[in-house]
């Protein structure tokens, strides 16, 4: 079975640093993209960060532009997701995933982990 699992994420003040990181297991897929995504309380999944499976391209919401930064290690099957500057608005589970589409559309993304909690507060 295809596992995705996220970790890395915690409580932080305003500011701070955290990376996250996706460990991808368990499967053989044809796939273009590993997105970031998160979701607040009462708020809908929204993208992240993507990076394509064909040359590494990165792509960023423009909310995160300029504080995340999106890396990959193909040998160890593991996607990160390093977060500086980060703000309360950054409060959210944050899910990676493996799309068909290199974009931030979560429609587009077909396996999913369980999230990990990122709380950004003082």
């Known amino acids: 079975q295809v596992q995705l699992v996220e970790s890395g994420g915690g409580l932080v003040q305003p500011g701070g640093s955290l990376r996250l990181s996706c460990a991808a297991s368990?499967?053989?897929?044809?796939?273009?993209?590993i997105g970031w995504f998160r979701q607040a309380p009462g708020k809908e999944r929204e993208g992240v960060s993507c990076?394509?499976?064909?040359?590494?391209?990165?792509y960023y919401a423009d909310s995160v532009k300029g504080r995340f930064t999106i890396s990959r290690d193909n040998a160890k099957n593991t996607v990160y997701l390093q977060m500086n500057s980060l703000k309360p608005e950054d409060t959210a589970v944050y899910y990676c995933?493996?799309?068909?589409?290199?974009?931030?559309?979560?429609?587009?993304?077909?396996?999913w982990g369980q999230g990990t909690q990122v709380t950004v507060s003082s």
């Open positions: 995933a493996i799309g068909r589409a290199y974009g931030l559309d979560p429609y587009e993304f077909d396996y």
């Open positions: 368990g499967f053989t897929l044809d796939y273009y993209a």
């Open positions: 990076i394509s499976s064909a040359d590494g391209s990165t």
